[in-house]
C-alpha cells in the first residue's frame, strides 16, 4: 500500500506485487480480515520475516536475510528491558529501509502502543521535534545522535525539558557521556537512557548501555552488554576468547542471528560462521 503521491514511482514494480490505494475500499473490501492459520499455511519461525538491503562497512549492498526466529527473539528482550507490556507512544523517525523502522513498529504495535509518524523536515528542526514529542505524549523514541543532539542543545538554552518521557534510546553512531549528562539533566532519573548497538545481520538490537547517575563514562558511552537471546564474544584471529582489555574482534550470537546475505553464499560463508561455543549455532562476525 502507498500513498497516491507515491503510486506513480513505484508503477515501474506493479508487475511484482500488486500495489493497494487504501483509500480505494474496491480493492481492498474483499479481503481476509483475519491471519492465515500458520500451521495450515506450513509457515514457522525459519521463515523469512524480511531482507534489508545494508552496506555497512564495504560500500556494497547485500540483502540481509532475517527470520521470523530472530525477530520474535529480540522483541522478547525488548519488552523486558523496556517495559513494554505498559502501552506506550512510540516516535517513530527510522527510514522504512532501515531495520530500526521494524524495532518503532514491533515495540509499538506489537505491544498495543501507539506508533507516532515524525514528518522528514520535523527531524533536524528541534523546535518542531520538541512539539511533535510534547503535543503527542511520546513517552518512547529511538534517536541517532545527529538528531538527539541537537534537540538537547536546544532544550537547554530554551529552558525546556523532556521530563514527561519514560525512555530516550540512542544508537547507530557513537554517543557521548556529556550529551548523556545533558539528556539526564533535562529529564530526571525517572526516565530510561539507554544506549543501543545491533547490526542487521544480528535483528536490529544485540547490546544495551543504561545510563545513570552511578554510571562511570568519561568519554563515549560503551555498548554495554549482552540482551536476552543474545551472545556476545571477543575472539582473536584464532577464534579464541581474548583477555579482558585486550582488543579482540566482535562475535554475535543466540537466535537474534540472520539466515545469511542473499544470493551470496561465498560471503556467508565467511560472516557466519559456525560457533565453537554452542553446539549447532552460528555466530556473526562483526
Not at 48 to 65: D, H, Q, R
Not at 137 to 154: C, G, K, M, Y
Not at 255 to 279: C, H, I, K, M
Request: net charge negative; with cysteine.
Amino acid at each position: 500500500a502507498a500513498r497516491p503521491a507515491l503510486l506513480a514511482a513505484l508503477e515501474g514494480g506493479a508487475a511484482l506485487a500488486p500495489l493497494l490505494d487504501l483509500a480505494d475500499t474496491r480493492l481492498w473490501a474483499a479481503q481476509p480480515v483475519d491471519n492465515p492459520d500458520p500451521h495450515a499455511v506450513g509457515l514457522t519461525s525459519r521463515h523469512l520475516a524480511y531482507v534489508i538491503y545494508t552496506s555497512g562497512s564495504t560500500g556494497t549492498p547485500k540483502g540481509v536475510m532475517v527470520e521470523h526466529r530472530g525477530l520474535m527473539a529480540v522483541s522478547a528482550a525488548w519488552e523486558r528491558l523496556y517495559a513494554l507490556h505498559n502501552p506506550l507512544n512510540h516516535l517513530q523517525m527510522a527510514g522504512f529501509s532501515f531495520d530500526v523502522f521494524s524495532a518503532d513498529l514491533i515495540r509499538a504495535l506489537g505491544f498495543g502502543g501507539t506508533l507516532v509518524l515524525c514528518p522528514r523536515d520535523t527531524l533536524m528542526d528541534p523546535p518542531a521535534l520538541y512539539r511533535l514529542l510534547s503535543e503527542a505524549r511520546i513517552d518512547f523514541a529511538d534517536f541517532v545522535p545527529a538528531v538527539l543532539n541537537p534537540l538537547l542543545v536546544w532544550a537547554q538554552e530554551t529552558g525546556h525539558d523532556l521530563s514527561f518521557m519514560s525512555t530516550v534510546v540512542c544508537g547507530s553512531d557513537i554517543w557521548t557521556a556529556h550529551s548523556a549528562r545533558q539528556l539526564r539533566r533535562l529529564c530526571g532519573e525517572h526516565v530510561q537512557i539507554v544506549q543501543a548497538y545491533g547490526v542487521t545481520e544480528a535483528s536490529i538490537d544485540s547490546t544495551c548501555f543504561e545510563f545513570d547517575s552511578n554510571s562511570h563514562v568519561d568519554a563515549v558511552l560503551p555498548i554495554g552488554r549482552a540482551l536476552a537471546n543474545t551472545r556476545i564474544y571477543l575472539l582473536d584471529a584464532f577464534a579464541e576468547q581474548v583477555a579482558p582489555g585486550v582488543t579482540g574482534e566482535l562475535y554475535i550470537g543466540g537466535a537474534g542471528v540472520a539466515r545469511g546475505y542473499l544470493n551470496l553464499p561465498q560471503l556467508t560463508l565467511e560472516r557466519f560462521v559456525d560457533s565453537p561455543f554452542v553446539s549447532g549455532e552460528r555466530l556473526y562476525r562483526t
